[in-house]
């Protein structure tokens, strides 16, 4: 077996009835009482996980199992890599982007190690990080891309520019509605779609509205969105607008954010699914002309860029969009804006 080789078949007992009888360092309660411990710690690293890495892990794992059905439940992570290498990626039309693969390998280890207790060797998925980083290196040398790459930041003077083209009709009311409470919330696709209208309320105190995000993959919560110092780009005026166009009979259960017919621009019952709410960014972005290409994650990014430039701590951001306490991936956000901010060339040049 090389040192990237990852049975997944054998028991932790079979392993251990196989191998050969070692002294036992301690006496068996000690024994016993140092395994519970070691199972008690597992299980406190693991409830403590994001909902979102959990359930990655839970995908990697998944395909790691794929792929070893097509080699008769036998491979190995190197191997493991290559086949992730040629899989579809989310979006149609894409490969599976080298983070991802990244992701899945790391996946793959601590589902092993933490859950199934598999013993692996030290520096295990070394080999097949070798082989992704040389991939990655022929990839960029041959200017290709793979996945979505990263999505870039919808910034308050996009906003701008895109509530100055932006149609006087319902479907301009709505998706400036949109485009603003998506930043607010600093949301996900899929959690704008699933919001109701029961989920959008006014403040007791008419400080500006409270949106019960109660579908997330990320963390369920309510977030406060207080009215904006900028008139036109307001979410709160801004929901108003569109909850209006609603209608007073609105059934509090049905989307917050709907379909409009294309010709009569009437509301239609259906409710813009994640895909849909993607896609309204990407038209909008396209019509204003901007520098950027909108997808479904710009404005999450976004309120991180503008907020981290507003001098807000990260534990702000952190809750408004539902990040797990000192996130790598909300803090990469910030950091990556403050290349000017911090820089070794102030007071050089």
Same mark, same amino acid.
């Given at each position: 077996?090389?040192?990237?080789?990852? *049975?997944?078949?054998?028991? =932790?007992?079979?392993?251990?009835?196989?191998?050969?009888?070692?002294?036992?360092?301690?006496?068996?309660?000690?024994?016993?009482?140092?395994?519970?411990?070691?199972?008690?710690?597992?299980?406190?690293?693991?409830?403590?996980? *994001?909902?979102?890495?959990?359930?990655?892990?839970?995908?990697?794992?998944?395909?790691?199992?794929?792929?070893?059905?097509?080699?008769?439940?036998?491979?190995?992570?190197?191997?493991?890599?290559?086949?992730?290498?040629?899989?579809?990626?989310?979006?149609?039309? =894409?490969?599976?982007?080298?983070?991802?693969?990244?992701?899945?390998?790391?996946?793959?280890?601590? =589902?092993?190690?933490?859950?199934?207790?598999?013993?692996?060797?030290?520096? +295990?998925?070394?080999?097949?990080?070798? /082989?992704?980083?040389?991939?990655?290196?022929?990839?960029?040398?041959?200017?290709?891309?793979?996945?979505?790459?990263?999505?870039?930041?919808? /910034?308050?003077?996009?906003?701008?520019?895109?509530?100055?083209?932006? $149609?006087?009709?319902?479907?301009?009311?709505?998706?400036?509605? /949109?485009?603003?409470?998506?930043?607010?919330?600093?949301?996900?696709?899929?959690? /704008?779609?699933?919001?109701?209208?029961?989920?959008? =309320?006014?403040?007791?105190?008419?400080?500006?509205?409270?949106?019960?995000?109660?579908?997330? %993959?990320?963390?369920?919560?309510?977030?406060?969105? $207080?009215?904006?110092?900028?008139?036109?780009?307001? *979410?709160?005026?801004?929901?108003?607008?569109?909850?209006?166009?609603?209608?007073?009979?609105?059934?509090?259960?049905?989307?917050?954010?709907?379909?409009?017919?294309?010709?009569?621009?009437?509301?239609? $019952?259906?409710?813009?699914?994640?895909?849909?709410?993607?896609?309204?960014?990407?038209?909008?972005?396209?019509?204003?002309?901007?520098? +950027?290409?909108?997808?479904?994650?710009? *404005?999450?990014?976004?309120?991180?860029?503008?907020? @981290?430039?507003?001098?807000?701590?990260?534990?702000?951001?952190?809750?408004?969009?539902?990040?797990? $306490?000192? @996130? %790598?991936?909300?803090?990469?956000?910030?950091?990556?804006?403050?290349?000017? %901010?911090?820089?070794?060339?102030?007071?050089?040049?």
């Amino acid at each position: 077996m090389t040192n990237t080789d990852l *049975p997944v078949t054998a028991s =932790t007992t079979d392993r251990q009835t196989a191998a050969a009888a070692r002294p036992a360092p301690f006496d068996a309660a000690t024994a016993a009482r140092l395994d519970q411990l070691d199972r008690e710690a597992t299980a406190h690293v693991d409830d403590n996980r *994001p909902d979102k890495t959990r359930k990655g892990y839970s995908a990697d794992w998944k395909a790691w199992l794929r792929f070893c059905a097509e080699k008769n439940l036998t491979g190995t992570l190197v191997a493991f890599v290559e086949w992730c290498w040629r899989q579809p990626g989310q979006r149609r039309g =894409t490969l599976t982007a080298p983070s991802t693969i990244d992701r899945r390998v790391t996946g793959v280890v601590v =589902t092993a190690r933490c859950q199934l207790k598999l013993q692996l060797q030290e520096g +295990i998925a070394e080999e097949a990080r070798a /082989l992704l980083k040389a991939k990655v290196k022929q990839m960029e040398k041959d200017g290709a891309s793979r996945g979505n790459g990263s999505a870039d930041a919808l /910034l308050v003077r996009h906003m701008e520019k895109v509530a100055a083209t932006l $149609p006087g009709n319902r479907f301009g009311t709505r998706d400036l509605s /949109l485009m603003t409470l998506h930043f607010a919330i600093a949301g996900h696709e899929h959690e /704008l779609a699933w919001l109701r209208l029961r989920d959008v =309320t006014e403040d007791p105190e008419g400080r500006g509205l409270v949106v019960d995000v109660r579908v997330s %993959k990320v963390k369920p919560r309510k977030v406060a969105v $207080p009215f904006g110092s900028r008139a036109h780009l307001c *979410p709160v005026r801004a929901w108003r607008r569109w909850r209006d166009e609603l209608g007073p009979n609105a059934d509090p259960d049905s989307f917050a954010f709907r379909a409009l017919h294309n010709r009569w621009h009437t509301v239609l $019952p259906k409710g813009l699914d994640p895909e849909s709410v993607g896609d309204v960014l990407e038209r909008i972005g396209a019509r204003a002309d901007l520098d +950027i290409r909108l997808t479904g994650h710009s *404005p999450r990014r976004g309120l991180v860029t503008e907020s @981290s430039r507003a001098g807000n701590p990260d534990a702000v951001m952190e809750k408004q969009g539902g990040w797990a $306490p000192g @996130s %790598k991936v909300m803090r990469r956000y910030r950091e990556e804006d403050e290349a000017f %901010k911090e820089n070794a060339l102030h007071g050089v040049l």
